[in-house]
């Protein structure tokens, strides 16, 4: 009978010191209403809908949350992103633009045979002497898929490095 005594105290004791662990360590967490974390959950993934807005409320919560210029100085006080990091993203995000931009720019100046004439538009009379022509080459066109594909996917891996929790909780978000 001592044993489930002290078996239970122990358990008490331990409940005891699991709840002064997490009143210490979650204290931020307590202060936060439920909604509020939900919210804060919802804005970390970038969702296009909150409860309770309509599709207008939702493209204006959306625009001013996730857009790179918009959101330094629009952003929802709950969003886990802040102002530096968005900071980094937003360089970071022109640099890789210009580095594939640049790298495309240069296969193409190296392999000028790769490159070709996909559509050529003429504006205006054969006669006339300010005739116009547009064209769109292969260059333009891997550059628009294959450049704006690969930019958004970096761009979304910085995003969710930036908003999630694992990486929120690091010296360096915490610094910046």
């Not at 949350?65 to 360089?91: D, E, K, T, Y």
């Amino acid at each position: 009978m001592s044993q489930n005594e002290d078996s239970g105290t122990s358990r008490v004791k331990a409940i005891d010191l699991l709840k002064k662990y997490n009143d210490r360590v979650h204290k931020v967490d307590n202060k936060i209403s439920k909604d509020e974390l939900n919210l804060k959950k919802l804005l970390a993934a970038r969702s296009a809908h909150l409860p309770g807005n309509n599709w207008c409320q939702d493209w204006f919560q959306w625009m001013r949350n996730n857009h790179p210029i918009l959101a330094l100085c629009c952003r929802h006080r709950l969003n886990p992103v802040g102002f530096w990091p968005r900071i980094v993203i937003l360089i970071s995000s022109i640099s890789f633009g210009l580095t594939v931009t640049n790298l495309i720019y240069l296969f193409y100046r190296t392999h000028p045979d790769a490159n070709g004439t996909v559509i050529k538009l003429q504006l205006g009379d054969e006669t006339a002497i300010n005739m116009e022509t547009f064209e769109v080459t292969y260059e333009a066109v891997i550059l628009w898929t294959f450049g704006g594909f690969v930019h958004s996917l970096m761009d979304l891996g910085m995003w969710h490095l930036n908003a999630c929790a694992c990486c929120l909780q690091s010296c360096c978000a915490k610094a910046g």
